[in-house]
């Protein structure tokens, strides 16, 4: 029962992750809450019938791979997830820089939690272990099989191809991104996948398999090495160049094999690159099929003719294992200058990229400083950096999960998170050495771009944590005869006894038959059964151990080895008390050693409960928002007062309805979602348009100013601020407030006169990024004329229209 289970539950993470992989590695928050929802309900579904069908786990010897249960770098790691967590937990109560994405974080790293418990549960057991090998594979082949099959027009994916004409963006004008609709993080998880497959090949091949086995070892590397090429992430190459070389480094004896059957299928996928560059990834789809199909076949037999070569026994050995070496080597070079050929101007020319990331950085590390210790909360950059930087440039993410990390939970949670990736590393440096390269990709590439923002690579890091477990050897039980005496020799690790709670504990500790008995009574039963001395104090798995054991206690044998119902409370008490008579007054004493005996699982299970809700709140706030997009008139704005209502930090409701309502109750709706959003550019525009309609020309001329120090580089806000503050002008002196016009006319003539000076520093500095295209516009410029009869008190007025005579003013552009 307990394989099955752990392989059910390994099938249950791997439909998670494909969702995750087919809504764009949850990157936006509407697919993100749905999913975690769903997954939190599950959980708590799987909790509540465990709980009821009664099966206990006594023991982790379920399987032919015990594993070592107190594993203290996952402890590590999963302290830190947990401290993490509990940082944005104490930014939600103090008020953070957006409390949207605050809990947007709560909701991602309780879920990246509750992932890596199940997922470190699941590999407990030899069946588990082999359904994350077949979930890692199966999402691999749905990752890298639905790019290949976008680019050759079989299946259509939207956004899966980048195309740009900036050569400095792209050699051959389109890169691949995939589901992820991103190619550098898609190129790093592809090298996560490649390098997975790549450093198996050593022990797969080490055995001398089959060819068929050998063809199935060496198939997924032209695929995947062809995505990784096709995404031109110069970032995740180098990443996958430094991880393979410290994958090398610690597999010393194995280069010339790895290298002698990588060679062929490294090179067909070169070939598969340069051919499918040349057609702009856009290639004819049968030609292309065939060509594919050739080139991979090809690559694959070639491979298998190297490492036959290697292998090849008599005296041609000497002379075959060093040409299939220099083949191989000769392959690779090949391989490298076809790839450097048609890429030799965008690899040697990044001047760009990295003098726009060192601004980036600059400007990240600038709004660091004002929180350096714990941060300002979830997405602080992207709720700040308008107001922030030194140069109109375009991004809305920073670049670096680490700085990341920096402007989320400061000095402190960066730290924390460094500790919980260190603690993984060491883990499966440990147990797994070749599960290292794979996750150093993804870890070494988020330094350098956002991949910590698809939730999807941080679940793919603890998915390799969980494969890379550290596993005892294998289970070899070997008789073997010594002067007469059968000796049960076992390689295993076996973990100690649970001790039973409250009264039970002093029954069960001190067992009656063979387990009481001195070693020289031991000696002398029939049979002569010896135990190592390690395996004294702990159960043993052999059938004559416990028919013995039966036999001398005269009770049943409690099984270690497999999951068992349990009995019911009153029939238990019966067994181990005989003659006693249940009362009811017993029941709650009995309950309270219980509780106290699991009292440190009470927290961790009101804090699932609590993220759940939470989680459940967000997604029915999102799928209320969802409803109100396709939704008449008449029932949106029934189900925008849903979402709000649910999540009541959805700016993205609080702008569908306050479209909907007249000015005054835009007001009330928009300043309770600054409440929670206090540095967000678009609220304070849109409240600064509501003022202007409802005719409050001051309050409107203070809103539309702080928008614009939220979002200077705004050639759009800057002139419709002067525009709209210049007709709330022309309107009170319409209607005979002069005073109130020369104020709106003086607010508007220094909104423009701050413009004009930005815009011209602006176009004053050629080296200067202007990525957002900020200038100032001509409908700017022909206010200037016009306001300056407003610039002080006692100047040229306008001239008050008789009734039924319009206004002697330039007419509004």
């Known amino acids: 029962m307990a394989q099955r289970c752990s392989w059910y539950g390994g099938l249950l993470l791997t439909g998670l992750l494909l969702t995750a992989c087919s809504q764009t590695g949850w990157f936006f928050d509407s697919d993100l809450y749905l999913a975690a929802a769903s997954w939190a309900g599950l959980l708590l579904l799987v909790f509540g019938l465990a709980r009821i069908s009664g099966y206990r786990r006594s023991s982790h010897h379920r399987a032919a791979l015990p594993v070592i249960t107190r594993d203290p770098y996952r402890a590590i790691a999963a302290v830190g997830i947990g401290g993490i967590l509990g940082i944005y937990v104490l930014h939600g109560l103090q008020g953070p820089v957006s409390m949207e994405g605050t809990l947007k974080e709560i909701v991602l790293w309780g879920l990246y939690g509750s992932f890596a418990a199940a997922a470190w549960e699941v590999s407990r057991t030899a069946e588990g272990m082999a359904s ?43 890169r691949l991104g995939g589901l992820l609709q991103y190619p550098n993080t898609f190129g790093a998880v592809m090298a996560a996948f490649l390098l997975e497959r790549l450093f198996a090949l050593a022990p797969a091949l080490q055995a001398r398999p089959g060819a068929l086995r050998a063809a ?51 090179a067909s996928a070169a070939l598969v690159y340069r051919q499918l560059a040349d057609a702009k990834l856009a290639p004819a789809v049968l030609p292309g099929l065939l060509w594919l199909a050739g080139l991979w076949a090809g690559g694959v037999l070639a491979g298998l003719l190297l490492c036959r070569l290697r292998h090849s026994g008599g005296p041609r050995r000497r002379v075959l294992a060093p040409a299939a070496l220099v083949a191989a080597a000769a392959g690779c070079a090949a391989a490298g200058l076809v790839i450097l050929h048609q890429v030799q101007d965008r690899a040697l020319g990044g001047a760009a990229t990295l003098s726009a990331r060192h601004l980036i950085y600059s400007d990240a590390w600038q709004l660091a400083k004002s929180s350096l210790w714990l941060g300002q909360g979830g997405e602080t950059w992207r709720q700040s950096y308008r107001a922030i930087q030194s140069q109109p440039y375009v991004g809305g993410e920073v670049h670096s999960g680490y700085l990341d990390m920096l402007l989320n939970t400061g000095i402190i949670g960066l730290l924390i998170a460094c500790a919980a990736l260190l603690a993984l590393i060491a883990g499966i440096g440990r147990a797994c050495p070749r599960l290292l390269p794979p996750f150093l990709v993804l870890t070494v590439h ?15 890091m603890l998915w390799l944590s969980a494969m890379g477990t550290i596993m005892a050897p294998l289970a070899c039980r070997t008789m073997r005869q010594e002067e007469g005496e059968n000796a049960f020799v076992r390689d295993v690790s076996i973990t100690e006894r649970p ?59 409690v099984r270690y080895y497999r999951h068992q119902r349990t009995d019911s409370p009153k029939e238990g008490f019966r067994r181990y008390f005989p003659g006693t008579p249940l009362k009811p007054f017993c029941m709650p004493h009995r309950f309270a050693l219980r509780l106290s005996a699991q009292w440190h699982r009470l927290p961790l299970l009101l804090g699932f409960l609590c993220w759940a809700v939470l989680t459940a709140s967000l997604g029915m706030s999102e799928m209320k928002l969802r409803l109100a997009a396709s ?84 050639s759009d806000k800057q002139t419709r601020a002067v525009l709209a503050l210049t007709s709330l002008a022309v309107k009170q002196s319409a209607t005979g407030d002069v005073s109130g016009a020369g104020r709106s006319a003086s607010a508007a003539m220094g909104m423009l006169k701050r413009y004009r000076a930005l815009a011209e520093g602006v176009h004053a500095s050629p080296g200067l990024r202007n990525d957002r295209r900020f200038h100032l516009t001509a409908q700017a410029q022909r206010q200037a004329a016009f306001l300056e009869g407003w610039s002080g008190r006692g100047k040229r007025q306008l001239i008050r229209p008789r009734p039924g005579q319009a206004p002697t003013h330039p007419p509004l552009p």
């Open 499 to 557: 001790q039973p709670i409250g009264a039970l504990r002093h029954l069960l500790s001190k067992p009656t038959g063979i387990w009481s008995r001195t070693a020289s009574q031991r000696s002398g039963l029939k049979g002569r059964m010896s135990f190592p001395p390690s395996e004294l104090r702990k159960p043993i798995l052999c059938w004559r151990s416990r028919l013995l054991h039966w036999i001398s206690s005269r009770k049943p044998t």
């Open 446 to 460: 988020a330094a350098i771009d956002f991949d910590w923002s698809y939730p999807l690579v941080w679940l793919l």
């Open 216 to 266: 199935a070892a060496l198939l997924p590397l032209p695929p995947y090495t062809a995505a990784l090429l096709l995404t031109e992430s110069r970032g995740a190459w180098l990443a996958a160049a430094l991880a393979c070389a410290a994958g090398l480094a610690l597999e010393r004896r194995r280069i010339a094999p790895l290298l002698i059957a990588a060679a062929a299928p490294l």
């Open 631 to 714: 939704a008449g008139e008449a029932e949106r704005g029934g189900l925008l007062r849903a979402a709000l209502s649910w999540n009541p930090a959805n700016t993205a409701a609080a702008f569908g309805l306050s479209e909907l309502l007249p000015p005054e109750q835009q007001v009330i709706v928009l300043e309770r979602s600054l409440r929670y959003a206090p540095q967000h550019a678009g609220l304070s525009w849109r409240l600064a348009e509501a003022h202007a309609l409802a005719g409050r020309a001051d309050t409107a001329a203070v809103w539309y100013r702080k928008s614009l120090e939220l979002d200077r580089y705004s």
């Open 132 to 174: 994350l090998r077949l979930g890692w594979h199966l999402i691999g082949a749905v990752l890298c099989g639905s790019a290949l099959l976008h680019v050759y027009g079989v299946l259509d994916l939207p956004y899966g191809i980048y195309h740009t004409a900036d050569p400095a963006v792209s050699a051959t004008g389109a």
